[in-house]
């Protein structure tokens, strides 16, 4: 199986397009164009190359031309239809390369170039590109293509940042895509309870062995790792909006007992859930 392919329409013709985006663009794709995505209030997982993570407000990505990709909201109980992130495309073509060529461009050129594995930025430079984002959704002529290039300034002058795919992941790659596409959406819909490896290999149409040799090749990570990794990211976000007490956040998020959540939220939030929440009550 292959990504889908999907062409972007430039009705207006001009040379790049914004949008917004919501959970529903959660299948696998590739396109010639290049493409900034900031998520403002959504969480979930994407997908970029051989890479699976999970994101959170203000992630911030930028996918070059012909890399696999698509990403999947969490449903936290609201509108399934709010706009959760804005989405950036455009053509080399349309900044042409008499442009590109120049001294000054030196940046904006490795910029390109090294969105072939795609790269992620921190929070901070995501709240940065915030403002141009939004510019770019209303603004017309001249004014739209200072905010494209102010946005370009501020990606390219980031100090922090890191590549998302493998090199062999940014050319073709014989693995079935669809598969963990189906796998992602299954994690991301049943979290909150155990999930056997023999019940999604029976989804990916693999033996349990197979199927966690194909996951852990495919994304780096190991099945059971991911999906604690997708319950710590709920488990944030519970902790951020909600004032759920962490005993009853445990089990929401499918921990079986505290001990463990309390082990797995260490390790992949990098502190306590109760320093976790204090960071967002003081």
């Known amino acids: ?30 396109h010639p164009e290049y493409e900034i995505v900031l998520n403002i209030s959504g969480n979930g997982t994407r997908v970029a190359g051989d890479s699976v993570e999970i994101f959170d407000h203000y992630d911030l990505v930028f996918y070059g031309p012909d890399l696999r990709h698509f990403w999947n909201f969490y449903n936290n109980g609201g509108d399934e239809r709010e706009k959760h992130a804005i989405m950036c495309h455009f053509r080399r073509e349309s900044l042409g390369e008499a442009l590109l060529s120049q001294f000054e461009m030196a940046d904006l050129r490795r910029l390109l170039d090294e969105s072939a594995r795609g790269i992620s930025f921190t929070a901070e430079t995501g709240r940065a590109a915030e403002e141009p984002m939004r510019r770019l959704l209303s603004e017309t002529g001249m004014r739209k293509m200072v905010s494209l290039f102010r946005l370009f300034e501020i990606l390219s002058s980031a100090e922090k940042y890191k ?11 014989d693995m ?29 149409k693999m033996s349990p062995h197979s199927f966690s040799r194909f996951f852990s090749r495919s994304t780096g ?62």
């Not at 199986?1 to 790049?16: K, L």
């Not at 669809?178 to 056997?196: G, K, Y």
């Not at 759920?244 to 956040?249: D, G, P, R």
């Open 1 to 30: 199986m292959i990504p889908e392919i999907i062409a972007i329409r430039h009705d207006d013709g001009s040379g790049f397009r914004a949008e917004w985006i919501d959970h529903e663009s959660n299948f696998l794709h590739v």
């Open 163 to 173: 590549f998302l795919a493998g090199d062999a992941a940014a050319g073709t790659r």
């Open 176 to 204: 079935n895509d669809s598969r963990l596409t189906a796998v992602c959406a299954f994690v991301r819909d049943n979290f909150f309870r155990q999930i056997p490896v023999r019940e999604v290999a029976a989804i990916a």
């Open 221 to 282: 990570s190991g099945f059971v790792d991911y999906v604690n990794q997708v319950r710590t990211n709920k488990a944030c976000y519970l902790l951020r909006e909600t004032d759920h007490q962490i005993n009853e956040i445990v089990f929401e998020c499918g921990f079986a007992t505290v001990s463990n959540f309390n082990k797995q939220f260490r390790k992949h939030a990098g502190m306590s859930a109760r320093d976790y929440r204090a960071q967002y009550r003081s």
